[in-house]
């Protein structure tokens, strides 16, 4: 059996640019949450939503969203 090797896409923040702004939250509820500790956390996912994510990169007002 030939076994698939795929690496999941999955997107970072780079917290010290992070303004807590809530705009990826609005945007991809699914994986951005604004955790009680007061930062945004990406949630642990099988599969990310691409155009949700792609969304939430391109309405980041600090631009500090990536895809690993
Ligand atoms: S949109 Fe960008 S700046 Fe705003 S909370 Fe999300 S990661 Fe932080």
């Known amino acids: 059996m030939v076994q698939k090797m795929t690496r999941i896409k999955k997107p970072v923040i780079d917290l010290s640019d992070c303004i807590l702004c809530g705009v990826c939250q609005d945007v991809c509820p699914e994986v951005f949450w604004l955790n009680d500790?007061?930062?945004?956390?990406?949630?642990?996912?099988?599969?990310?939503?691409?155009?949700?994510v792609d969304d939430a990169i391109k309405n980041c007002p600090a631009d500090c969203i990536a895809w690993e």
């Open 37 to 52: 500790a007061g930062y945004i956390e990406i949630l642990e996912l099988l599969d990310y939503p691409c155009s949700g």
